[in-house]
């Protein structure tokens, strides 16, 4: 069974950058046709989508938040990491990690991690 574990600062200051990672186990992150979300929930909030690193380690981001926004996988520790850059009050959220199988929904979720914005 699959199981992502989202870590990171819980606490980040105004204008820094937000580093996440996602420890995944029980499968490896280069399986064929996995791919590895990023989605966080503002409180009081539906979910948000931020982006996702593919098994052939291809990044795509959302539109809006694509220029603050880095993902990248360490093949070596089978994780992926978030940075969300230029951090502001209105990224708090709990952040989750999610894998998906190509053309199917997201199978698998980390249990979040609470991330909190403020000086």
């Known amino acids: 069974q699959v199981q992502l574990q989202e870590s990171g600062p819980g606490l980040v200051k105004p204008s820094q950058t937000l580093s996440l990672t996602c420890s995944v186990s029980?499968?490896?992150?280069?399986?064929?046709?996995?791919?590895w979300n990023w989605i966080r929930q503002p409180p009081g909030k539906g979910l948000e989508w931020i982006g996702y690193?593919?098994?052939?380690?291809?990044?795509y981001y959302s539109p809006s938040l694509r220029s603050r926004t880095s993902i990248s996988r360490d093949t070596s520790k089978n994780h992926v990491t978030l940075q969300l850059s230029s951090v502001t009050p209105e990224d708090a959220a709990v952040y989750y990690c999610?894998?998906?199988?190509?053309?199917?929904?997201?199978?698998?979720w980390g249990q979040g991690t609470q991330v909190t914005a403020s000086s």
């Open positions: 999610a894998k998906m199988l190509s053309g199917y929904a997201y199978d698998y």
């Open positions: 029980g499968d490896s992150i280069t399986t064929n046709y996995y791919y």
């Open positions: 690193i593919s098994y052939r380690g291809i990044t």
